[in-house]
C-alpha cells in the first residue's frame, strides 16, 4: 500500500457459511479451497426450514441463498440468531423477481403481482431473516455493485465494533434471466456468510484487521475456475479471503471494493 | 446504548415536489403548501397524486458521464447542486483529502425507469435490452452512489443502503460509525428516488396507493401518495460552524412482516428508544417528531401507538402531504425538513387533514406554527420491517 492506511478494524471470525458451485457448505469447501480438486458443479440451493410456510413459498432465491448460508454461519458459530444484528449485502438483488416486473410493466395490462412488488425490496433477504429468527435487531442492506462483498464486510466489521455486540454478515448474489444476463452477466450463485464478534470467544477460529488504502490490485484466485467465479460474481469475490481462512488462517488478503479505494485484510490464528 | 459523540452536519440540501433548495422549502413549510398534484406521470394515467420534482427532466449530465444518464441520476445531479452544497463538499474533500471522505446513499428503486423503459425496445428477434442500456450506471442499486462519488471526486468507501423507505435514514449512522472509529473525517450522506413505473404500480396492486391527495393522521385515509426526492447532509469530524448535529441514528427491525408493520409498532419503538437514548436525552427533550405517517391505515395507526408511548404528547407530525412519499429518499428529506424547522424555529403542520383520526392518540399538529426546537426526532420505517429514527439538534 503506497498511501497512509486508515486505522485497522479488528474483529474475530465465529461463525462460516457458503454456498456455491461445487462448494456445497463450509465444511466441504474449506478443504477444496485450501488443497485444491474444486471442480464446477450445479448448486442446489436448500429450502429454507427456518421459514414460515407462507413466507417459504414466497421467498425467491436469493433469499433461499441467503437464509442456507446465514444458518451454516450461525450453527458454526453455535449462537441464537435472534440475538445478531445483521449486514446483508447483494449487488443484483432477485434478478428473477426484476425481470418479471419489468416483463409485465412493459406489456399493455401492467398488472403487477403485490409479492413480486414486496419482494422487489433489496432488503427483502434482511426481512425474511428476522421473520424467520423472530429478531428485531437493527439490520441493514447494501450495493456497492462489484464491491458489494467488501462494503458489506467492511461494514459489518464497523458495527460489531462500534457497537460492541456480534454482526451476522450475508453475502449473495443469484443470476439474472435474459435480457438482463446479457447486461450483467453472473454465471452462478453464490453465498457467503460470517459471523462477527468484537472480542475473541472459544469459538472464535480467525483474527481479522481491516483497513483501508490507496488503490490497490485485488488478490485472485490461483485455480482459474475460481477465479473465474471470483471475478465474475460479486459475492464470490469473497473467495481470497475464504482461501486464506481455509489456510491456517494466516495471510493479507486485498478484496476487490472501489476505484481509488482499497479494502486490505489480514488474517491471523488465535 | 452507548451515547454517540455528536457529529457536526455542516451542510445539508434538497429537492422535492416543493421546490429546489432549502428557501423553497422553508417558504412552502410556512405557507402550509403541498407540491402534490393528480396528474400522469410518463404513461401512467393511474387515478392518484404525485410529487414530482420541477426540472428533472431538463437536467443534462456531467461532462463524460452520459452512460450515468437516468432519471435517478438527472435528480441526484439536480439536487447535489442546490444551496452550494457540491461546493462545500469540494472544500471539504480540500480540508480532508478525498479519500478521507465517503458517501452513503439510500435508494429504493435506483434508476429502475431506465430499465422498464428499454423494456419497451427489446429486440424483436431476440429479446436483448437496446445497447444504450448501461446496467452498471442506471440500474445496478449502487448507481446512484457510485454517480455521486465519480462527479464528486471522492475516493473514500461508499456503498448504497437500501432497505425500502427507511435506506436514506439509516445512511447518517453508517457515516457516524466510521467517523467515530477514525476511517473516514468526512461523509456525503443522503436519498435519491425518483417516479418509476414499479412503484406506482407496484403500492397500487398493494392498495395503498390513495386515489385522493394522501392525508396522514386522517380518520378517511385511503393511502399514499408518491413522490421523489433527493436529499444530502454534509457530515464531518469537526466544525467551527455547524448547521445542526446529529445525535443519534436508532436502528432495530420488526421482525413481523415483509409489508405491514408490527401492529404496535414494537420495532419502531425500539428505534425511537435506541435514537434518544444514543442521544443521551430523555422524550422529553425532544420538541418535535417528524413522523413516517405514510397516511396508510396501518402505518399510521402502528407508528401512532410507538411514538405516543416512547415521545407521549410530545407535538408531532408528518410533512408527506407536502412532499409525497419519497420512499428511500424519505429519511434524508426529512432530516433536511427537520433541520430547516429547527433553524427557522417553525414547526410544520401535517397537511390534508379533514378529521384527526379518533383512534389516534398522538399530539398531531396540522397547523405549522413558530415554536421553540431544539431537539428533532425522524422517524423512517420500510418494507421488510426495517426501522429507522435520527435525533437532530439544532445550531442555535
Redesign the interface.
Known sequence: MS?AM??S?NVFIDGVGLLGPGLPDWAQAAPLLAQGGWAFSDLQIPAPQRLPAA?RR?AGAVVKLSIAVADQACADAGCDPAGLATVFSS???DGTN?HA???V??SDD?????T?????????P???W??A?????????????D??FA?GL??AA??A??L?RPVLLVAADVPYP???H???PLPAAFGVALVLVPQATARSRAALSLS?G?AAAPDRCADAGLERLRSQVPAARSLPLMQALSCGPVGEVVLE?????ALQVTLAPL | M?PMQPVPITAYTLATALGVGRGMHAQALREGRSGLAAKPFETVTLPTWIGEVPGVDAQAMPAGMDDFDCRNNRLALLALQADGFEQQVLAARERWG??RVGVFLGT?TSG?LQ??LA??R?DDAN???PAD?H??QT?????V??FV??HLGL??????????CSSSA?VFG?AA??I?????DAAVVGGVDSLC??TL??????ELLSPDICRPWDAERHGLSLGEAGAYALLERDSASPQAWLLGCG?????????SPHPEG??AA?AMQDAVAQAGLTAQDIDYVNLHGTATPNNDQAEDMAVSRVFGAVPCSSTKGATGHTLGAAGAVEAALSMLSMAQQWLPGGLNVRTIDPALQANYQCEGRAAALRHVASNSF?????NACLVLRGAV
Open positions: 498511501q486508515s486505522p478494524l413466507e414466497r449487488s443484483s438483488g426484476c416486473l419489468c416483463e410493466l412493459a401492467r398488472l403487477v403481482s403485490p413480486r412488488f414486496t419482494n422487489s425490496v433489496h432488503n427483502a434482511a426481512g425474511y428476522h421473520i429468527t423472530h429478531s428485531r435487531a437493527p439490520s441493514t442492506s447494501l450495493c456497492a455493485h464491491a458489494s462494503a467492511l461494514e464497523v458495527q465494533v462500534s460492541g435474459e435480457p438482463l446479457s447486461a450483467r483501508l490507496a471494493h472501489l476505484p481509488h479505494c | 452507548t478525498a479519500q429504493s429502475i430499465t422498464e423494456y419497451r427489446r429479446g436483448a435490452l442500456f446496467y452498471a440500474h445496478n442499486t449502487y448507481s452512489a457510485a462519488r465519480q475516493q473514500g468507501p461508499a456503498f448504497v443502503v437500501s432497505t425500502a439509516k453508517n460509525r466510521m467515530a472509529l477514525g476511517l473516514i413505473l414499479t404500480y407496484g403500492f397500487h396492486s398493494l436502528e432495530s427491525s420488526d421482525g413481523h412482516h415483509m409489508s414494537l420495532g425500539q420500510g418494507f421488510g420491517g426495517s
